[in-house]
C-alpha cells in the first residue's frame, strides 16, 4: 500500500476573526480533511487523489472584498505528514487550569490535564470559538449535569465537561473522523462514561 501524499496550503488571512472560520467552514465543505491554526495563518490539509488545481475556485470568501487571503501550496509525504503535525500542534494552556496536549507532550500539573490526539478532527482548543468554549466550561457548574457537545471533533468539549463533573455527556459528530477520534479520546482520557455518537 503506498502512502497518502497530502497538498498543504498555508493562507494568510486579514482580519483572522471572522475570515478564518468562514475559511476553514468553506475548506471543509471542498473536501480538506484537517486544519491547523496559527498566529496568522491557517493551514489546510487535503489528500492529493482529491485535489486539483481549481479546487479554490468555488470558495465564496475569495470573492468578498471585506477580506485579504492569500495562500501556497505544498506537497508532502504522508512521514511528514506525521512530523508536521506534530510541529504544529502545541499544547495549550486555558485560564491557567486546563490543559490540552497531545500524548507526546510533557504533562505539567494543572486541574484539568486533556490528552487528546486529533488526527483528522477538529478541536485542539488553538481555534477562538473552541477556547472561548473552554473557558465557558471552566466558569459553569456542570456537576451532575447533563451536557450535549453537538459538533464535538476531537470530544475536548465533553472531556472537560466530564472531569468537571458532568454525569450525561453525549458527544455527536457527522464525520466519521471525528467519531472514531472522539471514541479514542474518551479512552485516552478514562473517560468512558461519555457517550459518543456518529449521526
Given at each position: 500500500?503506498?502512502d497518502?501524499v497530502?497538498i ?7 482580519p483572522?476573526?471572522?475570515a ?5 467552514a468553506?475548506?471543509?465543505?471542498a ?12 493551514l ?35 512521514e511528514?505528514w506525521?512530523?508536521?503535525?506534530e510541529?504544529?500542534f ?11 496536549r ?6 505539567i500539573?494543572v ?13 485542539t482548543?488553538?481555534?477562538e470559538?473552541t ?5 465557558h466550561?471552566?466558569q459553569l ?6 451536557v450535549?457537545d ?12 466530564g472531569?468537571?463533573?458532568a ?5 455527536i ?7 472514531l ?8 482520557n ?9 449521526g
Open positions: 500500500m503506498s497518502i497530502y498543504e496550503y498555508r493562507f494568510t488571512v486579514k483572522k476573526e471572522p478564518s472560520d468562514i475559511l476553514i468553506e475548506l471543509g465543505e473536501g480538506f480533511e484537517s486544519f491547523v491554526e496559527e498566529e496568522d495563518d491557517v489546510a490539509y487535503i489528500q492529493k487523489t482529491d485535489w486539483s488545481s481549481d479546487i479554490l475556485d468555488d470558495i465564496y470568501i475569495f470573492g468578498n472584498s471585506n477580506f485579504e487571503i492569500t495562500y501556497q501550496y505544498k506537497e508532502i509525504a504522508q511528514n506525521n512530523a508536521t503535525w510541529q504544529n502545541q499544547p495549550i494552556i486555558v485560564d491557567d487550569v486546563c490543559m490540552i497531545a500524548p507526546f507532550h510533557e504533562k500539573q486541574d484539568y490535564d486533556i490528552v487528546i490526539e486529533p488526527k483528522m478532527s477538529f478541536g482548543g488553538h481555534h470559538t477556547h472561548m468554549m473552554l473557558q466550561i471552566l457548574d456542570v456537576e451532575n449535569k447533563t450535549l453537538m459538533g464535538s471533533g476531537t470530544g475536548v468539549l465533553a472531556l472537560l465537561a472531569m468537571r463533573g454525569t450525561n455527556i453525549d458527544a459528530d457527522i464525520d466519521n473522523w471525528c467519531y477520534n472522539a471514541k479514542e479520546n474518551v479512552a485516552r478514562n473517560m468512558d462514561f461519555i457517550s459518543v455518537y456518529e
